[in-house]
């Protein structure tokens, strides 16, 4: 199982940030929650929200009014967008596939680092 | 502020057992299980420990969690350079309704 994001690397403060993860090895669509996870420079973790194989979503109450996560299993992606972003949403951005069983997050992509800056 | 609390560093030197706490409440870890992550320096976090105390494939059984109530632990034996990273316990928090980090623990292995 492999993750890959991408996306701009370099967001204006009060825009959108999308970023996209595609998985290779496995399908989407046949279980798992797929999950976006942040760490700030210097800073621990934090998650953002998830997606389940059949499309219900989970938002991280602190950010919920700004994120949206979408799946396409066609294209075995899912997809991160969060508004208005802030000097305080620069970090490195993962996704990763997490157990449903034991919320363990088993399977992480590289993370992508994304700067809001004017 | 994390949820999960933890010490924010903790070293031992090569031989050595090293023990690193993770606190919460209950309901977090006092209601779910806890997993454990490594995270070498400019790496993605690594799954060292799920369910309390088990290890995924290839993960040392130097590496043992546990958990007590509200707190867990992760016990590494044997300290390699190796294991020189920052440690980090997670847990699903039930009134949250996410998935909760600590702040992480950095190993120094003198």
């Known amino acids: 199982v492999q993750l890959q994001e991408s996306g701009p690397g370099l967001v204006k403060p009060s825009e959108t940030l999308s970023l996209t993860c595609t998985v290779s090895g496995y399908s989407i669509s046949s279980g798992y929650y797929w999950d976006w996870i942040r760490q700030p420079p210097g800073k621990g973790l934090e998650w953002i929200g998830s997606i389940s194989h059949s499309g219900n979503t989970y938002y991280n109450p602190s950010l919920k009014s700004r994120v949206t996560i979408s799946v396409d299993t066609s294209k075995n992606q899912f997809s991160l967008k969060l508004s208005s972003v802030a000097a305080a949403d620069t970090a490195v951005y993962y996704c990763a596939r997490e157990t449903i069983l034991s919320r363990g997050v088993d399977y992480w992509g590289q993370g992508t680092l994304v700067t809001v800056s004017s | 502020q994390s949820v999960l609390t933890q010490p924010p560093s903790a070293s031992g030197t090569p031989g050595q057992g090293v023990t690193i706490s993770c606190s919460g409440s209950?309901?977090?870890?006092?209601?779910?299980?806890v997993s454990w992550y490594q995270q070498l320096p400019g790496t993605a976090p690594k799954l060292l420990i799920y369910?309390?105390?088990q290890r995924p494939s290839g993960v040392p059984d130097r590496f043992s969690g546990s958990k007590s109530g509200t707190s867990a632990s992760l016990a590494i034996s044997g300290l390699q350079s190796e294991d020189e990273a920052d440690y980090c316990c997670?847990?699903?928090?039930?009134?949250?309704?996410?998935?909760?980090f600590g702040g992480g623990t950095k190993l120094t292995v003198l």
């Open positions: 997670a847990a699903w928090d039930d009134t949250l309704n996410g998935l909760v």
């Open positions: 369910s309390n105390n």
């Open positions: 209950s309901s977090d870890i006092g209601s779910n299980t």
